[in-house]
């Protein structure tokens, strides 16, 4: 199934023999700490494997919001939010940014004490949360039949496009130096001395003292490549994009049922509200162990399923010589087919329970795989064993909206600045450490 089209960004012919650091992956949070980097004088090549931004970075839902995050992303969330804000500005180009407000809905007295305890967490951010009654959600969405007694409403959250925000992002770094090298994949990184010295890639060497592995659903691959624990695994959400509408609600809203954002072009971004697929993959078992807390919690919105991503991941190299072709070299784009029973599900749903929107029409679906880790927050981190390796990765869903203000806490961790927040949270040792993994629940 082809993906949603992303604005294209073409890769430099001429590889670097030399930088300061290399980014591995071209998402919006490589794209993102690449920038920040070029920003600072230090010379930064990206490597992407295909094209940049065509995976998770332009599949998901769109939403910049600071709204039921785990409350350990606030902080870093609030942070990305007022980059949003400037981000047009400084990158000279259109992500489709708008504050546009987030509403989630609650179908009952506990949902609804449970969101207004986790308001809270916004105290100090500087950004509004309004419990809303029924009235007040039907001044947002006139008309609505969805069942509940009110919702969480952030107006201060927003809204951009997926597949501008990622290409606008990587010019930019290119504008300030920074090399970007697409259909370029890393085969692995060389150590000298014990620490960073390079990276091999499909079109040659690149010597650094820094890398940055930002691969998303690839990181653990990578990963295991140079034998570091990392349980990561994959989940499947299916979106629908629709034509334009006129009229439709300005503002996001979420219920179990479905989730919508309002596009740049008038249609709308829908999803189901809670269900994903997971593929049964030989990782599955491989990190059983470590999911297991995260699926006893999740257990009601993931739909396991046995496809032919199971014989295909089983074939898949887990070792190779960086003189032979990688995996990543035989799977350019991550392109999944969407569920049309579960996005034809949603679409019935959304047009009874918001009768505005009725009139939709489906224009494509896509597919997006999102990478999770077991405590569904990243890993921004040094990695200790190998002195020059920075990961940022696992956004576990979370990674569009938070994608700045990661560049920036990850560019910090390279340059040795002060963090624009504390990364103790997202460290790499907590899932080697003895730390006990937690899931954060009633947000």
């Known amino acids: 199934m082809p993906g949603p089209f992303v604005v294209p960004v073409h890769g430099d012919v001429t590889l670097p023999e030399k930088v300061d650091v290399v980014v591995i992956g071209g998402g ?23 094209g940049i931004g065509h995976e998770q970075s332009s599949r998901n839902w769109g939403w910049v919001r600071l709204a039921r995050r785990d409350p350990r992303e606030v902080p870093l969330m609030a942070e990305s939010l007022r980059l949003w804000q400037q981000l047009d500005q400084r990158l000279q180009a259109d992500t489709g940014y708008r504050r546009a407000g987030i509403t989630f809905n609650c179908a009952n007295d506990q949902e609804f004490s449970e969101l207004q305890n986790w308001s809270r967490h916004m105290d100090g951010t ?40 990622a290409p606008a992002i990587a010019e930019a770094a290119r504008r300030h130096g920074a090399h970007i090298l697409t259909e370029c994949a890393v085969r692995g ?5 014990g620490r960073i010295s390079g990276v091999v890639t499909e079109r040659g060497a690149i010597a650094c003292q820094t890398v940055v592995l930002a691969g998303g659903a690839w990181s653990s691959l990578m990963a295991q490549r140079f034998g570091l624990f990392l349980p990561q695994l994959k989940v499947l959400n299916s979106v629908v994009r629709t034509e334009p509408l006129p009229g439709g609600p300005e503002a996001a809203f979420w219920t179990r049922d479905f989730a919508i954002r309002k596009r740049q072009d008038g249609g709308y971004s ?13 990782d599955s078992f491989r990190f059983a162990r470590n999911f297991l807390p995260a699926l006893r919690h999740e257990w009601g919105s993931l739909r396991l399923r046995l496809t032919g991503r199971f014989y295909d991941e089983w074939r898949m190299a887990r ?21 049309k029973k579960l996005t034809n599900n949603v679409l019935e749903q959304l047009k009874q329970q918001l009768p505005a929107l009725a009139g939709l029409k489906v224009a494509q679906r896509w597919g997006g795989c999102i990478d999770v880790l077991p405590d569904a927050i990243p890993v921004i981190s040094h990695v200790d064993r190998y002195p020059g390796l920075v990961m940022a990765t696992g956004f576990s869903g979370h990674g569009f909206g938070i994608g700045p203000g ?27 450490d003895g730390s006990k993994i937690e899931i954060m629940t009633g947000y």
């Open 28 to 50: 919006i949070i490589g794209c993102a700490t690449a920038l920040e980097i070029a920003e600072q004088g230090v010379s930064v090549a990206l490597c992407e494997k295909g």
């Open 126 to 165: 500087g950004f509004r949360a309004e419990m809303l009654d029924r009235d007040g959600v039907a001044k947002l969405f006139p008309g609505h039949k969805v069942q509940g007694v009110g919702a969480l409403y952030t107006p201060d959250d927003g809204r951009a496009e997926p597949q501008k925000a």
């Open 189 to 193: 990184i060389e150590t000298s001395g």
């Open 270 to 282: 829908i999803a189901s509200g809670h269900e994903s697929e997971v593929d049964i993959v030989p």
């Open 319 to 339: 070792h190779w010589h960086l003189d032979e072709p990688s995996p990543f070299e035989y799977c350019r784009v991550l392109d999944l087919p969407p569920s």
């Open 406 to 432: 990661a560049g920036r806490l990850t560019a910090d961790l390279v340059l040795n600045r002060t963090p624009v927040v504390d990364p103790k949270a997202f460290r790499f040792s907590r899932f080697t």
